[in-house]
């Protein structure tokens, strides 16, 4: 598993945006991912995550209704379609997957990380 987060970049609060993340070696459809950011100074935080056929999905209540996780495994992409933005939500975005099909918000079930996309949002 080899993961690219793309898709960050500079918005206005109410904006929306797309980060997708993909598996270059093509090995995690069997995966659950999850996506993750850290704002400066804060530590990571859970954002969603989706099992490996997409029939699952979990959300941080912070971005709950806001935010939708989906994934094209033909495509080994996984999205994160973003919308409402605020202030808050400025942060690098990270996608990680996790050895097994279904997984949670706990980092520890996340094995493989990719590096980092930025969103900022202005106000």
């Known amino acids: 598993v080899q993961l690219q987060a793309s898709g960050g970049g500079l918005v206005q609060a109410g904006d929306s945006l797309r980060l997708s993340c993909t598996d270059s070696?093509?090995?995690?459809?069997?995966?659950?991912v999850g996506w993750f950011r850290q704002a400066p100074g804060k530590e990571r935080e859970f954002v969603a995550a989706i099992s490996w056929r997409g029939g699952n999905t979990v959300y941080a209540e912070s971005v709950k209704g806001r935010f939708t996780i989906s994934r094209d495994n033909a495509k080994n992409t996984v999205y994160l379609q973003m919308s409402s933005l605020t202030s808050e939500d400025t942060a690098a975005y990270y996608c990680a997957a996790a050895l097994r099909p279904v997984a949670g918000a706990s980092l520890s079930d996340y094995r493989y990380w990719g590096q980092g996309t930025l969103v900022t949002v202005s106000s």
């Open positions: 070696r093509r090995t995690s459809s069997n995966n659950a």
